[in-house]
């Protein structure tokens, strides 16, 4: 199963973007799909994620009220959607899934099997 992110670019602080996932060459069925970023001199950090089993989504602090992981299964596909953005969610943004995670690994990028190739956010002040 190969990723493939979309919807980053250039945006004005306070503006919204949209990012989709979709898998090529199968679906994302049970998996448990998660979004990550990476800002440049930093570790990949968790976004968002659900394991969508019971439909609990789960988001790092830091974009707590202001991001939503959506799903939307008639289109395989899963979707970050970013509001109220600030200069410090400039990030490349790495969609990734993973069959059989365990809640508590749903953090942890090295749980995760299958990559996006990344999208670039960049948030101007």
């Known amino acids: 199963v190969q990723l493939q992110a979309s919807g980053g670019g250039l945006v004005q602080a306070g503006d919204s973007v949209r990012l989709s996932c979709a898998p090529s060459?199968?679906?994302?069925?049970?998996?448990?799909t998660a979004w990550f970023r990476q800002a440049p001199g930093k570790e990949r950090e968790f976004v968002a994620g659900?394991?969508?089993?019971?439909?609990?989504?789960y988001y790092a602090d830091s974009v707590k009220g202001r991001f939503t992981i959506s799903r939307d299964n008639t289109k395989n596909t899963v979707y970050l959607q970013m509001n109220s953005l600030r200069p410090e969610d400039t990030a490349v943004y790495y969609c990734?899934?993973?069959?059989?995670?365990?809640?508590?690994?749903?953090?942890?990028?090295?749980?995760?099997?299958?990559w996006g190739q990344g999208t670039q956010v960049t948030v101007s002040s």
């Open positions: 990734a899934a993973t069959p059989g995670l365990i809640l508590s690994s749903l953090r942890v990028p090295s749980a995760y099997r299958y």
């Open positions: 060459g199968g679906t994302f069925g049970r998996y448990a």
């Open positions: 659900s394991r969508w089993s019971d439909g609990r989504t």
